[in-house]
């Protein structure tokens, strides 16, 4: 199997955005697990599906067609031809993402889309359970946390900089903690740290000194 290196994290430690930079600074692939959920999220609630609704949502799956493309670098997330990248970052896709993720079903169609791709070529992959359950494997595995609070300021500050000026900070605090326990408490592959993962506080850390960190450790084990 390629070199893959797993980041793990709960929402808004800032797993997406030093993914993507470390993918940059090695000229590899950088996979985002949580759009694909996303989108089967804005897939079921688009046709009136409750993302709790397992057998509902299981017979979505079977007729649905997800494809993650990548064009000059940047991944697209295509919902049955439909290009959602841009549908899929609003609070409501956020919830709807971590409560589809907890369904079994889900989890593995996607689980296995996501291991298809790493057998193909290096790549970065963030998410909840890429260490722990998509890429056990892998040699590089770092899990990222942040204080709540810094995580709802950042995730505040990514919406608006996207143009969501509705949301407020008591919002995506609310969100983020609503998540946080969905995704610690799922039933199939819960939030959880690695054993042989590199657990990183990103609280009072920059981007450039969070890439500079897993940078160090990828080129010390080679």
């Known amino acids: 199997m390629p070199q893959a290196i797993a980041i793990d994290g709960p929402a808004g430690a800032g797993k997406s955005t030093i993914a993507r930079r470390v993918a ?18 804005y897939a079921a609630i688009s046709k009136g599906i409750s993302p709790r609704d397992s057998e509902a949502v299981e017979r979505l799956l079977e007729k649905t067609v997800l494809d993650v493309v990548f064009e000059e670098g940047t991944q697209r997330v295509l919902v049955d031809g439909q290009d959602v990248t841009s549908l899929i970052r609003t609070p409501e896709m956020s919830r709807a993402a971590s409560d589809i993720s907890a369904l079994p079903c889900v989890r593995l169609y996607l689980v296995d889309r996501q291991r298809q791709i790493a057998r193909q070529q290096p790549l970065v992959m963030d998410g909840r359970d890429i260490g722990s359950f998509v890429l056990p494997d892998a040699p590089h595995k770092f899990f990222l946390t942040a204080s709540t609070d810094e995580r709802a ?23 983020i903690l609503y998540r946080d326990r969905q995704d610690s408490t799922r039933a199939m592959a819960p939030l959880v740290k690695a054993t042989d993962a590199i657990e990183i506080d990103t609280t009072h850390l920059t981007i450039d000194q969070v890439v500079k960190t897993l940078l160090a450790h990828i080129q010390a084990k080679g």
């Open 153 to 175: 300021r950042r995730r505040l500050k990514d919406l608006k900089a996207a143009g969501n000026h509705e949301a407020t900070l008591e919002s995506v605090l609310a969100d």
């Open 24 to 41: 940059e600074q090695l000229g590899i692939l950088y996979l985002d697990t949580g759009a694909m959920y996303r989108a089967i999220g």
